[in-house]
């Protein structure tokens, strides 16, 4: 039993703006990654989500992203669900993360439920925040991430 070839019709213009651009380059992959960015950043909080940006102390090739999830929001397949939703966002937006910074996103239970054009505006809220703070400069946060105590 042979399976039938799959061909994708549409026009080579459409199918050239459907491909995807990864998310998987600008991702924060290592714990310590995340330790050095909390210890330099602060904390801020939107109406779904909390989210952290910091400098990059380590040369880095952009921008970079990182999503966290505790175990209070749900179980698993919830979590997994909140961070598949975020992803997406994100992917369709990579180009908006501010350069020379790592930014975390901690999203509220609320995320699960709301509404994916909402999330959206949400996320482009944050990025743009987050750009505004990257153009002012992060000093106080470099001078903090100078001064934390090395990351084990």
Same mark, same amino acid.
């Given at each position: 039993m042979t399976s039938p070839l799959i061909v994708d019709a549409r026009? %080579? %213009?459409i199918r050239s703006v459907v491909l995807r651009e990864s998310l998987t380059s600008s991702r924060l992959a290592k714990h310590a990654d995340?330790? #050095? %960015?909390? %210890?330099a950043a602060r904390k801020r909080k939107s109406?779904?989500?909390s989210w952290f940006i910091a400098p990059q102390t380590v040369t880095a090739a952009g921008p #970079?992203?990182?999503l966290t999830v505790g175990k209070v929001i749900g179980k698993a397949h919830q979590r997994n669900r909140i961070k598949r939703r975020l992803r997406e966002v994100l992917r369709r937006h990579v180009a908006l993360l501010p350069p020379g910074c790592d *930014?975390? *996103?901690?999203p509220h239970r609320s995320v699960l439920t709301i509404e994916?054009?909402?999330l959206d505006a949400e996320i482009l809220r944050i990025?743009?925040?987050a750009n505004a703070e990257a153009a002012r400069g992060i000093q106080i946060s470099a001078h903090r991430a100078a001064t934390a105590k090395p990351v084990r």
């Amino acid at each position: 039993m042979t399976s039938p070839l799959i061909v994708d019709a549409r026009p %080579a %213009a459409i199918r050239s703006v459907v491909l995807r651009e990864s998310l998987t380059s600008s991702r924060l992959a290592k714990h310590a990654d995340y330790q #050095r %960015a909390y %210890a330099a950043a602060r904390k801020r909080k939107s109406v779904s989500m909390s989210w952290f940006i910091a400098p990059q102390t380590v040369t880095a090739a952009g921008p #970079r992203v990182g999503l966290t999830v505790g175990k209070v929001i749900g179980k698993a397949h919830q979590r997994n669900r909140i961070k598949r939703r975020l992803r997406e966002v994100l992917r369709r937006h990579v180009a908006l993360l501010p350069p020379g910074c790592d *930014l975390i *996103l901690h999203p509220h239970r609320s995320v699960l439920t709301i509404e994916f054009t909402k999330l959206d505006a949400e996320i482009l809220r944050i990025l743009s925040q987050a750009n505004a703070e990257a153009a002012r400069g992060i000093q106080i946060s470099a001078h903090r991430a100078a001064t934390a105590k090395p990351v084990r």
